[in-house]
C-alpha cells in the first residue's frame, strides 16, 4: 500500500462504505465518469458508487467473489444496481483482451497491484478518443507504461489519482 492510501469510512448519501479512495478521488470519479460508459478493473465498491452516480453505465470487472458482493450490496442502497454490469472473469486481463475496443469512455484502474502496468497497456485500447484512463494509487512506473502505450496524454490529478486522456487510436 502507498502511503496516504489508509483504509477509511466513506458517506454516501447517508450510508458508509469502506475506501481506500480520498474524498478528492472520488469526485474526480464521479466528475470524469459524467455521462459516459465506464469500466472499471478491480474497484472497491466506493468507486464503483462514485462512477455509477453520474455514469451512463458501468461495468465493474473483478474476479474477487467477495469485493464482487460488496460492491452490489452498495449498489442495491445506492439504488443504482441498474446502472452497472459486474463481471466477474477468472482473469482480468483476459477480459480486457476479449472486450470490445474503443468502446469506453473511461477506464478506471487500480495501479497498487503488481501487474499495474500491465493492465493500464490493456485498458488503453478499451477507451474511445477523447477519453479518459483514470489511475488510482499512481506511481512513477504506471507513467512509464502509459507512455510506453502510446496515444495517452497525462492531463490532471488528485491526490494519488492521474489522469490521462486518450489520444489518436
Same mark, same amino acid.
Not at 460492491?71 to 444496481?81: E, Q, S, T
Not at 503488481?114 to 512506473?141: I, K, Q, S, W
Given at each position: 500500500?502507498?502511503?496516504?492510501?489508509?483504509? *477509511?469510512?466513506?458517506?454516501?448519501? $447517508? =450510508?458508509?462504505?469502506?475506501? *481506500?479512495?480520498?474524498?478528492?478521488?472520488?469526485?474526480?470519479?464521479?466528475?470524469?465518469? =459524467?455521462?459516459?460508459?465506464?469500466?472499471?478493473?478491480?474497484?472497491?465498491?466506493?468507486?464503483?458508487?462514485?462512477?455509477?452516480?453520474?455514469?451512463?453505465?458501468?461495468?465493474?470487472?473483478?474476479?474477487?467473489?467477495? *469485493?464482487?458482493?460488496?460492491?452490489?450490496?452498495?449498489?442495491?442502497?445506492?439504488?443504482?444496481?441498474?446502472?452497472?454490469?459486474?463481471?466477474?472473469?477468472?482473469?482480468?486481463?483476459?477480459?480486457?483482451?476479449?472486450?470490445?475496443?474503443?468502446?469506453?469512455?473511461?477506464?478506471?484502474?487500480?495501479?497498487?497491484?503488481?501487474?499495474?502496468?500491465?493492465?493500464?497497456?490493456?485498458?488503453?485500447?478499451?477507451?474511445?478518443?477523447?477519453?479518459?484512463?483514470?489511475?488510482? $494509487?499512481?506511481?512513477?512506473?504506471?507513467? *512509464?507504461?502509459?507512455?510506453?502505450?502510446?496515444?495517452?496524454?497525462?492531463?490532471?490529478?488528485?491526490?494519488?489519482?492521474?489522469?490521462?486522456?486518450?489520444?489518436?487510436?
Amino acid at each position: 500500500m502507498l502511503p496516504g492510501m489508509a483504509t *477509511r469510512r466513506a458517506q454516501i448519501g $447517508g =450510508a458508509a462504505l469502506t475506501t *481506500r479512495l480520498t474524498e478528492g478521488e472520488g469526485q474526480w470519479l464521479a466528475d470524469h465518469a =459524467a455521462a459516459r460508459d465506464v469500466v472499471e478493473l478491480d474497484g472497491d465498491g466506493y468507486s464503483t458508487v462514485m462512477m455509477a452516480l453520474t455514469a451512463s453505465h458501468v461495468t465493474s470487472v473483478t474476479s474477487s467473489p467477495l *469485493r464482487s458482493a460488496d460492491i452490489g450490496r452498495a449498489l442495491v442502497a445506492y439504488g443504482l444496481y441498474g446502472k452497472v454490469t459486474p463481471e466477474h472473469p477468472t482473469s482480468v486481463r483476459a477480459w480486457c483482451a476479449a472486450a470490445v475496443p474503443r468502446h469506453y469512455g473511461l477506464v478506471y484502474l487500480d495501479a497498487t497491484t503488481p501487474h499495474a502496468a500491465e493492465l493500464l497497456a490493456l485498458a488503453r485500447p478499451l477507451v474511445y478518443t477523447g477519453g479518459f484512463v483514470l489511475v488510482r $494509487g499512481f506511481r512513477a512506473d504506471a507513467m *512509464r507504461a502509459a507512455a510506453a502505450a502510446g496515444g495517452m496524454v497525462p492531463f490532471a490529478g488528485v491526490d494519488s489519482m492521474a489522469v490521462f486522456e486518450v489520444r489518436g487510436t
